[in-house]
C-alpha cells in the first residue's frame, strides 16, 4: 500500500523560510511526477510546483522565484523549498503524486506565516 506523509510545516514570520518533506513509501516504483498543492480554508486548492521524473521542475507563477520543487530519487523523496514567505502563502500544503494512472495524496501539513 501506498503511503504519502508530509512534514516540515509550521509557524513562520514574513520573509522566513522553510521546506516542506514528503515522504512516499509502498511497493511502488519512483513516482513520475510529485506536486506540491496548497489550499486555504474555503477556497479551492491550488496547484503550487511539480517535479517531474527528469527533475523539470515548474511553479505556479504566484511562487515563482520563492518556492523551488525538488526531489532524492533514492530516497523516493520530494521537497518543497519555501524562501521569502508571505502572509498569504499561510495554507495546507499537500504533496501529490501520479504513479502510473495512479494518484496519491498526503493528507497535508500547515504553514503558518504571520507577524
Known amino acids: 500500500q501506498v503511503q504519502v506523509v508530509e512534514s516540515g510545516g509550521g509557524s513562520v514570520q514574513p520573509g522566513g523560510s522553510l521546506r516542506l518533506s514528503c515522504v512516499i513509501s509502498g511497493a511502488i516504483p519512483r513516482f513520475d511526477i510529485g506536486s506540491w498543492y496548497r489550499q486555504i480554508p474555503g477556497m479551492e486548492r491550488e496547484w503550487v510546483a511539480s517535479v517531474s521524473g527528469r527533475d523539470f521542475t515548474n511553479e505556479a507563477a504566484f511562487v515563482k522565484g520563492r518556492f523551488t520543487a525538488s526531489r532524492d530519487i533514492a530516497k523516493n523523496t520530494m521537497f518543497l523549498h519555501m524562501d521569502n514567505l508571505k502572509l498569504e502563502d499561510t495554507a495546507v500544503y499537500y504533496c501529490?503524486?501520479?504513479?502510473?494512472?495512479?494518484?496519491?495524496w498526503g493528507q497535508g501539513t500547515q504553514v503558518t506565516v504571520s507577524l
Open positions: 501529490h503524486v501520479l504513479i502510473g494512472s495512479s494518484n496519491y
